[in-house]
């Protein structure tokens, strides 16, 4: 079942010397006294909880490789030979107005206030890490002309340099979100929407009467639990005086920077850098219904809630208290997911994979659907880049689950167009093979780009960041395969996609997910067929 190893992987730039690997402990089987490394034990034995984490730090996202014995891939969309739903009123289905340009990928999400969405997916938290805040340009400005929503995560306000408290330690300003939300609402078209997330410490320090107050935002997400899977360290810093700043602000950093043993180690070179943590969050019912509560009296639209890979407990109480609360979006968030700083053997080994937790989730909600309880609409997320995840995972969900957030699928796009942009400033010479094969000019390279210059004309396109193209581009792609997917199955819009349009390739997916199994699917009617 599981291909990975224990003790090396690319991710932490480690890699085992010998052939044959013991595949419990991920240990050579012949480990020499002198080896010159690197398995992961040799490094963490001079680099020490260095190694937990995905390197080098700030230049990369990463993703668990565990093999889960069921996944997405074990189930498979079915193709129709006949009907056609979610056509217009009035209009039969025939070869010719059922063109699979045709096919309506609009969605739309939220209680009273909804967002509409020219697509059904949306980004992961884009929060105070490294990656997210160089490239929040590239993402906010693509996910605004695609029609998506963003949603800016936790710990923004509290790491920014230039972030002022009043005399009562809340938010007076915080340029970075204010650029933030400017940078997203100049592009933004009427699709989509800014979520801003909150932790622990963003509530401590007032970010949802800041952003809703001073910035008009219309959406505050509740996050369950902390950022980076369970508990991680989110970010490094890489001086200590931000650290002891960060410290000082009320944020667990370690090693501690206030010790003098650490300082010296700082000083000497050993000790690279400080992890940035913030503190577990702790949920009941009646605190989670006052903060609910107390976030809509500020103002805002709209309230959401972000859970994680927690087991079906956990599920539960954020499936029901957010039907009793009206919640306008629940994201559950499976292993393994992604993110730059979670702490690797976290990713590989804790929590629930997306498959198995959309499985439970789509059993709650039948359950409290059969109760004719408000259902609150459903979010995905946990591992997904393509059309065909789309499909299923809205298709598994039905009627629930409206969206699918993706996380490092439309990050890597922002940061291909933005890469782009620094090796066109450079020089022709300075493009890779893999994208000069195509052009040497931002009008060839990009095949979307004539088609956004014809609705914004050339010079806004040029004031564009060309990350934001490239998330466009890809997105278009996600959108004319999901049209192809959609027509294939006889579906004409996102609200008629059901279970119905998925089989099952193996018994224990089957039994994991209900959707029938292959050789189940459709015999009913195929045995009436035979016997008439």
């Known amino acids: ?296 009296k500020l103002g805002t639209k709209r309230v959401t809630l972000k859970t994680g890979a927690y087991p079906m407990r956990e599920l539960a109480m954020a499936i029901k208290w957010s039907s009793v609360a009206k919640i306008d979006l629940v994201t559950i968030d499976g292993a393994p997911g992604g993110t730059g700083m979670s702490p690797w053997r976290m990713m590989e080994e804790w929590g629930i994979p997306t498959f198995y937790l959309q499985s439970m989730c789509y059993q709650l909600c039948q359950k409290l659907a059969a109760k004719g309880a408000f259902i609150p609409d459903i979010a995905i997320a946990g591992g997904f880049s393509t059309e065909d995840h789309i499909f299923k995972v809205l298709a598994m969900g039905a009627p629930f689950v409206k969206a699918v957030c993706m996380g490092r699928a439309l990050m890597i796009p922002g940061m291909v167009g933005k890469n782009i942009g620094l090796w066109l400033q450079e020089g022709a010479n300075a493009l890779p093979n893999t994208v000069s094969h195509f052009g040497t000019k931002v009008e060839e390279i990009f095949i979307c780009y004539e088609d956004l210059v014809a609705k914004y004309g050339r010079d806004t396109i040029e004031k564009m960041p060309l990350g934001a193209i490239g998330l466009y581009t890809f997105v278009d792609k996600l959108k004319v395969g999901l049209q192809q997917l959609m027509a294939g199955s006889r579906n004409f819009k996102i609200s008629t996609i059901s279970r119905d349009d998925l089989m099952a390739l193996t018994p224990e997916a089957a039994q994991v997910s209900g959707i029938p199994y292959i050789m189940d699917a459709y015999r009913q009617e195929a045995e009436a067929i035979i016997n008439n």
């Open 1 to 296: 079942m599981n291909l990975q190893q224990p003790n090396s992987n690319e991710v932490t730039q480690t890699s085992n010397r010998s052939r044959s690997v013991s595949p419990v402990s991920g240990i050579c089987t012949r480990c020499i006294d002198g080896c010159r490394g690197n398995c992961e034990i040799f490094k963490a034995s001079f680099r020490g909880r260095e190694v937990i984490y995905p390197g080098p730090y700030g230049t990369l996202t990463a993703g668990g490789d565990k093999n889960y014995p069921i996944d997405y891939s074990h189930l498979n969309i079915q193709g129709y030979a006949l009907g056609a739903e979610g056509l217009p009123a009035g209009q039969v289905g025939n070869p010719d107005n059922t063109l699979f340009p045709m096919v309506n990928t609009e969605t739309q999400y939220g209680c009273e206030t909804k967002v509409k969405m020219r697509m059904p997916i949306f980004t992961g938290a884009l929060g105070s890490t490294d990656i997210a805040r160089k490239n929040w340009e590239h993402f906010a400005a693509g996910a605004a002309i695609s029609g998506i929503t963003i949603v800016c995560g936790e710990n923004v306000c509290g790491i920014d340099p230039d972030l002022e408290l009043d005399s009562n330690g809340k938010i007076k300003k915080a340029p970075n979100m204010a650029k933030r939300v400017e940078q997203y609402l100049r592009w933004n078209e009427g699709y989509g929407d800014m979520i801003v997330q909150m932790n622990v410490e963003d509530t401590r320090l007032g970010v949802a009467e800041y952003a809703i107050e001073k910035l008009a935002i219309k959406s505050i997400e509740l996050k369950w639990g902390q950022g980076a899977k369970c508990i991680g360290g989110e970010i490094q810093v890489d001086s200590l005086e931000r650290a002891l700043e960060l410290q000082k602000r009320g944020y667990l950093v370690t090693p501690d920077p206030s010790l003098e043993a650490i300082q010296k180690a700082f000083k000497d070179g050993a000790l690279k850098h400080f992890e940035r943590h913030s503190r577990l969050g702790f949920v009941d019912q009646e605190s989670f219904m006052k903060e609910v509560e107390r976030v809509r």
